[in-house]
């Protein structure tokens, strides 16, 4: 009497989920090794770095799960790079990121307010004066300590504006005063508000815009 052939081994989808997920994890390591020995300044191609393993896991894996979603395995294993896209890739990504902006490496940002509420873009009209406040973020005192020079710039016919003192620290709230003559023309103006950090190898710089529609 033959013996009877053996049943094959199920193979557990499970198993190929967590390969794919140990894979995903692999190729995070290693694109933050290769960049780590390439990148030298603490800022340029860092933030590219932090997104790049979950740019290539996520859209990557779910065009292999798509293509082998016949195949209950090899659809599973693709799974498993999708998740690893979001943890530990994008995670870490986003802890990367996070501390690339309060290094200063994501550039600053310069916060204009009206009343205690951020304002992007006033109406007033002709021969207003406006009381405003201006706040440099995007840095602190604890990684960028010293003075930001304030300034403003506008090409507006009658509008200006002056800071309440010519440099402020990040993060402290400065104000903002804007003269508009009565003889500005009715139309929409745009003022620039700058801070600048001078440092011996770099400089430091915090912007922002300021809309005004005018009115008569």
């Given amino acids: 009497m033959t013996a009877a052939p053996a049943a094959p081994r199920s193979r ?45 896991l996520g859209p990557g894996g ?11 395995r090899r659809a599973a294993l693709s799974l498993g790079l999708v998740v690893a896209s979001l943890f530990p890739a994008l995670a870490v990504g986003a802890r990367d990121i996070g501390i690339l902006r309060a290094s200063g490496c994501a550039g600053g940002y310069v916060v204009v307010s009206r009343g205690g509420e951020s304002v992007a873009e006033l109406t007033v009209d002709a021969g207003t004066t406006l009381d405003l406040t201006a706040r440099v973020g995007g840095y602190s005192a604890q990684t960028h300590p010293g003075a930001f ?4 710039q506008t090409t507006a016919p009658g509008v200006s504006a002056t800071f309440g003192q010519p440099q402020a620290a990040a993060g402290e ?11 500005t023309p009715a139309n929409t103006y745009t003022l620039n508000v700058r801070g600048v950090q001078r440092g011996e190898a770099q400089n430091f710089e915090a912007t922002g815009t300021l809309t005004l529609n005018v009115r008569r």
């Fill in 149 to 152: 020079a304030l300034s403003t």
């Fill in 62 to 72: 779910l065009a292999l799960t798509a293509l082998n979603w016949n195949r209950p």
């Fill in 173 to 183: 709230t400065v104000p903002l005063r804007v003269l508009i003559s009565p003889q």
């Fill in 12 to 56: 557990s989808p499970l198993l190929a989920f967590l390969l794919g997920w140990g894979l995903g994890a692999l190729v995070l390591l290693l694109v933050r090794g290769v960049g780590f020995a390439v990148l030298d300044g603490p800022c340029q191609g860092r933030t590219v770095l932090a997104l790049l393993p979950p740019l290539l």
